[in-house]
C-alpha cells in the first residue's frame, strides 16, 4: 500500500438498487459509493477479506430485503443512531480495519444532470442510473441542488493532502462530480497539494463509449478550466497517440507517465499492486 493516510472522498449521487430505495425511503445519502470505497480499504488479512465480504453480501429473498447490501443497511443504521454521517462511516472504517477513510463530498444527496447526445440530438437526463443507461454520449454534467453543501471533513482532507487523486472511475458519475460542488471546487484550485488523474483502461459505456484517452482530459478541462494538473497516469498499452495524449496532459499544466499498470487477465482493470507501485514512484518523484 502506499500509504495508510489515505482519505476517499466519496459521490453521493447514486439513485438505483439498494441505495436508492434506502434514499428514498429514509432521506439518507445514497450508501452505495461509500461502502464500496471501505470494502476496497479493507486489508488482505483475514478479517479484512472477511468483512470486505460481509458488507458486500447482498440478500437474495422474496421480501423487503432483497437486493439490500448488508454494508448499506451497517451504515444507514449507524447514521440513525450516531446522526453524522462521517462519524457513523469512521465506526464502520473501524469495524472493517479500513486502511484510510472514506467521506461523502457533500451533505445531502445529489442528483446528476448529463446532457447526452445520440445522432445529433441532445436530450437531458436525470439521476446516476439514467445516465448510465441512456443510449449516446455523455456531453457534460451538472448537479441538483447546484450549489450543495460540501462535507466540511472533505475540504479539510483536501487542503491538508500532499496528492489529490482523480480517478480510476466512472468519469462523468464518479470523477467529475466532485468539481461541481463550489466548495469542493475551490479546494481542489487551492490546495497545495499536487494533483494526479488515473486514466481509465477503456471507455465505459453509456458515458464514455468511443471515447481516446485525451477526450477524457479535454472532458475535465471543460468542466474545471482553471484546474491545474500535475501528473496524467495512463496504461501504456492503451494510448495509440503518445505525442497526442502529451499534448492533452500539458494543456492542464501536467506531465504524462506511461506505464503497465492493467490487469495481467486482460481485463478493463487495473492491478492494485502495479498502479500502487507505480504511484509510489510518483510520489516519491522516482518517476
Known amino acids: 500500500m502506499v500509504t495508510d493516510r489515505l482519505t476517499a472522498v466519496v459521490t453521493v449521487a447514486d439513485d438505483g438498487g439498494s441505495s436508492g430505495r434506502l434514499r428514498r425511503e429514509l432521506g439518507v445519502l445514497p450508501p452505495g459509493d461509500l461502502r464500496m470505497a471501505l470494502a476496497a480499504l479493507c486489508g488482505d488479512d483475514e478479517w479484512g477479506s472477511t468483512w470486505s465480504e460481509v458488507v458486500q453480501h447482498r440478500f437474495r429473498s422474496e421480501g423487503e430485503l432483497h437486493g439490500h447490501a448488508v454494508g448499506n443497511l451497517l451504515i444507514v443504521a449507524l447514521w440513525e443512531l450516531l446522526g453524522d454521517p462521517v462519524a457513523g462511516l469512521d465506526w464502520v472504517g473501524r469495524l472493517l480495519g479500513a486502511q484510510g477513510r472514506v467521506l461523502p463530498m457533500a451533505s445531502v444527496p445529489l442528483d446528476i444532470v448529463a446532457q447526452v447526445e445520440l445522432d445529433g440530438v441532445t436530450s437531458t437526463v436525470r439521476g446516476q442510473v439514467a445516465c448510465a443507461l441512456t443510449p449516446g454520449r455523455v456531453q457534460a454534467i451538472s448537479l441538483v441542488p447546484e450549489d450543495p453543501p460540501a462535507r466540511p471533513e472533505a475540504v479539510a482532507a483536501v487542503l491538508e493532502a500532499d496528492w489529490v487523486v482523480f480517478g480510476p472511475g466512472s468519469w462523468f458519475t464518479s470523477v467529475l462530480p466532485h468539481l461541481k460542488v463550489p466548495e469542493l471546487a475551490r479546494a481542489l484550485h487551492s490546495t497545495q497539494a ?11 459505456p453509456g458515458e464514455t463509449d468511443d471515447f481516446s484517452p485525451q477526450q477524457h482530459l479535454e472532458v475535465l478541462r ?10 496524467v497516469l495512463a496504461e501504456t498499452s492503451i494510448v495509440d497517440d503518445p505525442g497526442a495524449l502529451e499534448k492533452s496532459a500539458a494543456a492542464l499544466g501536467a506531465r504524462l507517465v506511461l506505464a503497465d499498470v492493467a490487469a495481467a487477465d486482460g481485463s478493463p482493470r487495473h492491478d492494485p499492486r502495479r498502479l500502487a507501485s507505480v504511484l509510489d514512484e510518483i510520489f516519491l518523484q522516482k518517476r
Not at 194 to 204: C, D, E, G, Y
Not at 222 to 231: F, G, R, T
Open 222 to 231: 471543460q468542466h474545471a478550466p482553471e484546474l491545474p494538473i500535475d501528473v
Open 194 to 204: 499536487k494533483r494526479l488523474v488515473t486514466l481509465n483502461l477503456a471507455p465505459q
